[in-house]
Protein backbone atom coordinates (compact mmCIF):
# COMPACT_ATOMS: atom_id res chain seq x y z
CA UNK A 1 0.00 0.00 0.00
CA UNK A 2 1.15 3.14 -0.88
CA UNK A 3 1.52 6.17 1.55
CA UNK A 4 0.60 8.69 -1.15
CA UNK A 5 -2.53 9.34 -2.62
CA UNK A 6 -4.62 12.41 -4.11
CA UNK A 7 -7.21 14.46 -2.07
CA UNK A 8 -10.20 13.48 -3.53
CA UNK A 9 -8.91 10.69 -5.82
CA UNK A 10 -10.14 7.57 -3.49
CA UNK A 11 -9.36 5.20 -6.70
CA UNK A 12 -5.98 6.35 -6.76
CA UNK A 13 -5.93 6.98 -10.77
CA UNK A 14 -4.84 10.37 -10.13
CA UNK A 15 -7.81 11.79 -11.41
CA UNK A 16 -10.72 13.22 -9.11
CA UNK A 17 -14.10 12.23 -11.05
CA UNK A 18 -17.09 10.54 -10.85
CA UNK A 19 -15.65 7.13 -10.17
CA UNK A 20 -14.02 8.45 -6.64
CA UNK A 21 -17.31 9.74 -5.49
CA UNK A 22 -18.66 6.14 -6.76
CA UNK A 23 -16.21 4.49 -4.78
CA UNK A 24 -16.57 6.78 -1.62
CA UNK A 25 -20.27 6.50 -1.37
CA UNK A 26 -20.16 3.10 -1.28
CA UNK A 27 -17.68 3.56 1.35
CA UNK A 28 -20.50 5.52 3.22
CA UNK A 29 -23.17 2.69 2.40
CA UNK A 30 -21.26 0.39 3.43
CA UNK A 31 -20.80 -1.74 0.39
CA UNK A 32 -16.80 -1.92 0.72
CA UNK A 33 -14.29 -0.95 3.19
CA UNK A 34 -11.73 1.90 1.99
CA UNK A 35 -8.10 1.10 2.54
CA UNK A 36 -6.01 3.73 4.55
CA UNK A 37 -5.26 5.51 1.46
CA UNK A 38 -8.58 5.33 0.42
CA UNK A 39 -10.00 6.96 3.17
CA UNK A 40 -7.55 9.65 3.70
CA UNK A 41 -8.22 10.38 -0.27
CA UNK A 42 -11.82 10.06 0.22
CA UNK A 43 -12.25 12.59 3.33
CA UNK A 44 -11.65 15.31 1.22
CA UNK A 45 -12.61 18.12 3.92
CA UNK A 46 -10.13 16.04 6.08
CA UNK A 47 -12.69 15.65 9.52
CA UNK A 48 -11.39 12.58 9.72
CA UNK A 49 -14.94 11.04 8.53
CA UNK A 50 -16.38 9.74 5.23
CA UNK A 51 -19.47 11.36 4.65
CA UNK A 52 -21.67 13.21 2.03
CA UNK A 53 -19.89 16.42 2.85
CA UNK A 54 -16.78 15.13 1.23
CA UNK A 55 -19.18 13.86 -2.08
CA UNK A 56 -20.84 17.07 -1.85
CA UNK A 57 -17.24 19.09 -2.19
CA UNK A 58 -15.74 16.51 -4.63
CA UNK A 59 -19.23 16.63 -6.89
CA UNK A 60 -18.45 20.75 -6.88
CA UNK A 61 -14.76 20.15 -8.07
CA UNK A 62 -15.84 17.77 -10.51
CA UNK A 63 -19.18 20.18 -11.78
CA UNK A 64 -16.67 23.21 -11.75
Avoid at 10 to 17: E, L, S, T, V, Y
Avoid at 21 to 26: Q, T
Avoid at 32 to 59: I, K, Q, R, T, W
Wanted: hydrophobic share 45%.
Amino acid sequence: ASDSYTLGGANGDGDINVLDVVLIIGFIIGSNSPSDSEFLAGDYNEDGELNVLDVVMLVNIILG
